[in-house]
């Protein structure tokens, strides 16, 4: 059975604090950054239990935060020639990008490019070797960052024994969010109707919006999301496009990584990347027009090829 744990890890670049997972061996299974206010840990919910509500902002405040977050002057995150080594080998060599405020912005590029290693080191998870990450006006990672910045992973981060609202009860009490709020992410990500649904028995794409639905229970002012729209059908995919939207619209500003040419379109800014580096950054717009594409695809290998000549 995985157990939550919270814990302080001190890492270049990272003085914030996250929710390990570990396995019956002990082992991290993955960790999940939380936006947390204090370390105080909370009780874990037990079947069929309730727990307390707590007080918080209206959604109104909420709005308006993201918006004037939204038109902060520059850009939400910037990374300056960021370099990351596992052993000898430089997986990032002095990748440099901007991501704007209030919109959704996707980081385009093949399985193993890179993308969900520079995603690491934009909520302040990954050591780095070299470079510098600034996210919302503070270093990646930081304190101040705790409850502004949401993160989800590849791989669900709920409990398989759980159901899907006993989850979001749980890190709704972890956040300090009440009752209308789990009803709401439920509502947006589709899973009502998965409610009283054990997390364990459902599939790997209702296992991803149930990940998806916690990150969003706090409100961030920017969301970071791993390839959320992996191995979902066309009108899922369709209907979580259409959430990302509605949080932009709200001043959200939204990363999101993918390895679907087609999601290209759906996107107001993309970052593209092969091998590590950076191919090209613009709108969808601007990259046909540069290509002369009439496809992503087309445009991704014409800008990918030009780079490695």
């Given at each position: 059975m995985l ?5 302080e ?12 997972r570990?396995?019956i ?11 947390f ?15 307390t ?5 209206v959604?109104?405040?909420?709005v ?8 902060r002057?520059?850009p939400a ?14 997986v ?10 209030g919109q ?9 490019c ?9 909520v302040g998870?990954?050591?780095v ?10 270093p990646?990672?930081s304190?101040?960052l705790r ?5 989800v992973?590849?791989a669900p981060?709920?409990?398989a ?5 006993e989850?979001l009860?749980y ?6 969010v009440?009752?209308?709020r ?7 990500v ?15 794409g209702?296992r991803s919006?149930?990940s998806?639905?916690?990150a ?6 920017l969301l ?9 059908d ?7 496009w259409?959430?990302?939207?509605a949080?932009?619209?709200t001043?959200t ?6 390895h679907?040419m087609?999601e ?6 993309l ?12 709108t969808p717009?601007?990259?046909?027009e ?13 800008l990918?090829?030009g780079?490695?000549?």
């Open positions: 157990l939550p744990s919270i814990a890890r001190q890492v270049p670049g990272y003085q914030g604090a996250f929710l390990l570990r396995d061996h002990g082992e991290v299974a993955f960790a999940t950054i939380m936006q206010d204090s370390l105080e840990v909370r009780p874990r919910p037990t079947r069929g239990r309730e727990g509500e707590v007080d918080r902002p959604d109104e405040f909420i308006y935060r993201n918006l004037m977050s939204s038109r002057s520059g995150i910037t990374v300056d020639v960021l370099e990351v080594k596992r052993g000898e080998r430089q990032l060599p002095g990748v440099s990008l901007e991501v704007p405020p959704v912005t996707g980081l385009l590029g093949p399985s193993g890179g993308k969900s290693t520079i995603m690491r080191a934009i998870v990954q050591i070797a070299a470079g510098h990450v600034m996210v919302l006006g503070a990646a990672g304190a101040a409850r502004r910045v949401g993160y992973t590849q981060s709920v409990y024994d759980l159901t899907v609202r989850n009860q890190f709704a009490r972890v956040l300090g009440t009752g209308d789990v009803d709401a992410v439920m509502t947006a589709e899973l009502t109707r998965h409610a009283d649904s054990v997390t364990g028995n459902l599939s790997g209702e919006r149930c998806l639905a916690v969003l229970l706090g409100e961030p002012e970071v999301l791993d390839e959320p729209t992996v191995g979902l066309p009108v899922l995919r369709n209907q979580l259409e959430t990302f939207h949080q932009a619209r001043g500003t939204i990363l999101m990584s993918t679907v087609d290209a379109e759906r996107c107001d800014r970052i593209l990347m092969r091998d590590g580096r950076i191919v090209a950054q613009g717009r601007e990259l046909l540069r290509t002369g594409s009439d496809t992503f695809e087309a445009a991704f290998l014409a990918a090829e780079v490695a000549a």
